[in-house]
């Protein structure tokens, strides 16, 4: 086994040294995720952005979290809202996650995207691969993020393709079935 490099030891042998927030990005960076949009609506206004930190929390009864950053214009809007949809997104939906990942205010966001409407008419993105319509339960404010712990209240699953994964801070690519093109490592 290769030994840790010291960016990876930080903090995890009793030390006290700070851990170095560039260190602690690829740490990261070696868990692969899926990605997601989460949308919502409040003020009549819809908006949305891209998420990986999104996980399942129990089963029964069904609930999930997203951590949203303070800074995120969509975060006070799902606490108004107290509602938000969580779309799991396939290989095929990089742009889409590109598109949500910019500032860029809300309607040009969703402009010229197909929308159904969802419960407390909140958008509901089309073609991706499973839609989680959640009620806030929970709301818990951690360091420069908040925790919404979500209710999940109404299910629908799309097709069955290969997801859209984040590795390494870059999307990993689907090859063919059951295969994943990981980006290349950093130098
Ligand atoms: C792959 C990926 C994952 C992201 N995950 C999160 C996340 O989990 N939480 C978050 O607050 N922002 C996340 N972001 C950043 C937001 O999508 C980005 O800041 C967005 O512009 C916020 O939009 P808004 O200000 O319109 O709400 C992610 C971005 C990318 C590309």
């Known amino acids: 086994m290769t030994a840790p490099s010291p960016a990876s030891?930080?903090?995890?042998?009793?030390?006290t040294a700070?851990?170095?927030?560039?260190?602690?990005r690829r740490a990261m960076g070696r868990w692969p995720t899926g990605v997601s949009i989460v949308t919502?609506?409040?003020?009549?206004?819809d908006s949305g952005l891209t998420v990986n930190a999104f996980l399942s929390v129990a089963l029964d009864p069904p609930l999930v979290l997203v951590s949203l950053a303070h800074e995120?214009?969509?975060?006070?809007?799902?606490?108004?809202?107290?509602?938000?949809?969580?779309h799991v997104l396939g290989a095929?939906?990089?742009?889409?996650?590109?598109?949500?990942?910019?500032?860029?205010?809300?309607?040009?966001?969703?402009?010229?995207?197909?929308?159904?409407?969802?419960l407390g008419?909140?958008?509901?993105?089309?073609?991706?691969l499973a839609v989680l319509e959640c009620a806030?339960?929970?709301?818990?404010?951690?360091?420069?993020?908040?925790?919404?712990?979500?209710?999940?209240?109404?299910?629908?699953?799309g097709a069955d393709e290969a997801p859209l994964v984040f590795f390494r801070g870059r999307?990993?690519?689907?090859?063919?079935?059951?295969?994943?093109?990981?980006?290349?490592?950093r130098p």
């Open 40 to 45: 919502t609506r409040a003020d009549g206004v």
């Open 92 to 118: 095929r939906h990089r742009p889409l996650s590109e598109r949500f990942a910019r500032a860029a205010p809300p309607e040009e966001k969703f402009e010229g995207l197909a929308i159904a409407r969802g």
């Open 136 to 157: 806030v339960r929970e709301a818990h404010d951690v360091a420069d993020h908040r925790l919404f712990v979500g209710a999940v209240e109404r299910l629908s699953l």
């Open 171 to 185: 999307y990993a690519e689907a090859e063919t079935e059951g295969r994943l093109r990981l980006p290349d490592p």
């Open 72 to 86: 995120a214009d969509s975060t006070p809007r799902v606490q108004r809202s107290g509602r938000f949809v969580v």
């Open 18 to 24: 700070p851990v170095d927030p560039a260190g602690f």
């Open 121 to 128: 008419e909140l958008p509901i993105l089309e073609g991706t």
């Open 9 to 15: 030891r930080a903090g995890a042998a009793g030390s």
